[in-house]
């Protein structure tokens, strides 16, 4: 069971961010119905968010506006999350900056669960209308550093590694 990691990947959706169409990245289901994991924008809330719920421990979340997390119809973006289940600590990030953390109960990611890509369900309910490009699962979480590395290193390739001229025998 995963106690603790990073999740990322670049969206491109048209979809936008509206009181009407909810989309999820990232979604599991727990042993009930009360028992859940899921990533992306709420409709109902009006916010991009990640919320754990568990019957036993209640709901933690952490939600964004739609003019703090602008991710449909903009083009690429690259979104990192984090969680903690041991500090009960998660971090969202958008194009590699830091847009909030919040301590809450946690549930653990159980291995035995289905997690769901671009959807809420296997069948597809509130799925995302675009594409997901380059999806990790890390068992590790991720430094802020890194997440950014992440990003600029695939953003702006030229400038974040630099080559100096040959060197050596002819």
């Not at 899921?38 to 003019?67: E, P």
């Amino acid at each position: 069971d995963q106690q603790a990691g990073t999740f990322e990947t670049w969206v491109s959706t048209a979809q936008t961010e509206d009181s009407t169409h909810t989309w999820i990245l990232l979604s599991q289901a727990g042993a009930t119905k009360a028992d859940y994991f899921r990533l992306g924008w709420s409709a109902g809330d009006n916010q991009f968010d990640a919320v754990w719920s568990s019957a036993k421990s209640g709901t933690s979340r952490l939600g964004f506006s739609a003019s703090q997390m602008p991710i449909g119809g903009k083009g690429w973006a690259h979104v990192a999350y984090t969680w903690n289940a041991s500090t009960n600590l998660q971090s969202l990030y958008l194009n590699g900056a830091l847009l909030g953390s919040v301590s809450g109960k946690i549930p653990v990611l159980v291995s035995s669960n289905s997690i769901n890509l671009g959807s809420n369900t296997p069948s597809g309910t509130s799925s995302v209308n675009g594409l997901l490009d380059e999806t990790r699962f890390s068992n590790v979480v991720r430094t802020s550093d890194w997440i950014a590395a992440e990003y600029n290193s695939q953003i702006s390739p030229g400038a974040f590694v630099s080559m100096g001229s040959e060197t050596g025998n002819n």
